[in-house]
Nanobody, 124 residues
Framework: QVQLVESGGGLVQAGGSLRLSCAAS????????MGWFRQAPGKEREFVAA????????LHADSVKGRFTISRDNAKNTLYLQMNSLKLEDTAVYYC?????????????????WGVGTQVTVSS
């Protein structure tokens, strides 16, 4: 059974930092391209960042470029999202997603597996 479990969300002041984690089980993690998406209330789920299965290539949405960094540790079957200089508009539920041999996919429909999400709330 495939499981993706996000953690690390919470309440943080604007300008602060958080690191999200996504622990994967039930898949050969090193063979999956991974992505982070987020969904704010009343909005569509949007792409945040993606990483290739070896971790050699990454892609970040323009809205987070220079502030967020996606990374992975294949030995620990874990995906990360380091979020710095957080803004009010970063408030959302953050989801990790997996696609077998996926390469920097930005469309949510391209992913096979999803976590249940972790809430990030940025306050002023």
């Amino acid at each position: 059974q495939v499981q993706l479990v996000e953690s690390g969300g919470g309440l943080v002041q604007a300008g602060g930092s958080l690191r999200l984690s996504c622990a994967a089980s039930g898949i050969t993690f090193s063979q999956y391209g991974m992505g982070w998406f987020r969904q704010a209330p009343g909005k569509e789920r949007e792409f945040v960042a993606a990483i290739s299965w070896r971790g050699s290539s990454t892609l970040h949405a323009d809205s987070v470029k220079g502030r967020f960094t996606i990374s992975r540790d294949n030995a620990k079957n874990t995906l990360y999202l380091q979020m710095n200089s957080l803004k009010l508009e970063d408030t959302a539920v953050y989801y990790c997603a997996a696609k077998f041999r996926g390469l920097l996919l930005q469309r949510r429909f391209d992913y096979d597996y999803w976590g249940v999400g972790t809430q990030v709330t940025v306050s002023s």
